[in-house]
Each structure stands twice: as structure tokens, then as C-alpha cells.
């Protein structure tokens, strides 16, 4: 098989299983699954830096979900209440499309027995283009509210010469 046909029938998959049958799905799909992992990627190093850095931040609560984070977060008010708000907002929207419920059909509005799917914030982000809007600005300001959160907690831990 060559690689031509190897992506054809790699592309094949997301299409049959998620039925994200046009490429605006698919990159629609493929940002809310990619923004859940990084939104992942800086709770967790937020939280690493809050924590004194210790051990590696590779393996610091690697096996937690943004849900997860998401209560962490609050814990130690490191960000704001919008940024967490969005954090559990989008885990919810990835874990709706991506799981179980997801194979109904991740760009349908709703499940066959009427189970919400893609919604962001009261509006479906596969069909409503300022619900899509809403959800990538607001990846963007918790990305950059997760960010500032780390960078604070260095900076303090820096000032107290208390870093790992």
C-alpha cells in the first residue's frame, strides 16, 4: 500500500466513525480536540510552576483530564473564574465529540436519543459560525490566562528563591 493510499484511507476513518464527512468538520473537529490537549498542556504547567516545580513537568499529573484541571485550577484561584469557566466548557465540548456520544455523528446538533453534541456556549460551533467564533477567542484568552498564571507563579517563586 502505498502512502497515497495509506492517507486516503487514514482520512476514511474520521469521516466513517465521527461521520465528519466535509473538511470544515473535520478541521472544526481536529481544533476542539487539539485546544482540549494544550488547554491540558498549561493547566498542568501552571499548576507545576504553583507547586514549586517539582519533579518534571512532563510527568506532573500527566494523567489528568481538563475536567480535572479544571477543579485544581480554582483551588488556589490561579485564574479567573472566565478562564476556568472555559477550561470545563471546552473539556465538555471535547468530551462530547470525541467519546462515545461522539460517533453518533460529532458535527450533528444532538444524539438520536437527543443528547447535545457540539454546543459551545448555546450555540453549535459545526453550523454556527459565531458560536465557533466564541469558542476559538475564547481558547485564546484562557491560553493566555493559564500562561500568565504560570508565569506569575515563577516569577514569585523566583523572587522567594524558592525554585526547584
Known amino acids: 500500500m502505498g502512502s497515497d493510499e495509506l492517507?486516503?484511507?487514514?482520512?476514511?476513518y474520521p469521516a466513517r466513525?465521527?461521520?465528519?464527512?466535509?473538511?470544515?468538520?473535520?478541521a472544526i473537529w481536529?481544533?476542539?480536540v487539539s485546544a482540549a490537549g494544550h488547554l491540558e498542556d498549561l493547566a498542568a504547567y501552571a499548576l507545576w510552576e504553583h507547586e514549586?516545580?517539582?519533579?518534571?513537568?512532563?510527568?506532573?499529573?500527566?494523567?489528568?483530564?481538563?475536567?480535572q484541571f479544571h477543579k485544581l485550577l480554582g483551588k488556589p484561584n490561579l485564574v479567573s473564574d472566565r478562564a476556568l469557566k472555559i477550561v470545563k466548557s471546552v473539556g465538555e465540548l471535547r468530551n462530547a465529540v470525541v467519546h462515545r456520544h461522539g460517533t453518533y455523528g460529532a458535527a450533528d446538533p444532538k444524539t438520536p436519543q437527543g443528547r447535545p453534541l457540539g454546543m459551545y456556549e448555546g450555540g453549535h460551533v459545526f453550523r454556527n459560525r459565531l458560536a465557533l467564533r466564541r469558542l476559538v477567542d475564547d481558547v485564546g484568552d484562557a491560553r493566555s490566562a493559564l500562561v500568565a498564571a504560570a508565569m506569575r507563579s515563577k516569577k514569585a517563586h523566583e523572587e522567594h528563591g524558592s525554585n526547584a
Open 52 to 67: 514549586g516545580r517539582f519533579g518534571n513537568v512532563e510527568h506532573f499529573l500527566e494523567k489528568l483530564t481538563l475536567g
Open 7 to 12: 492517507m486516503k484511507e487514514v482520512r476514511s
Open 17 to 26: 466513525w465521527q461521520r465528519l464527512k466535509t473538511p470544515r468538520d473535520r
Open 30 to 32: 481536529c481544533f476542539i
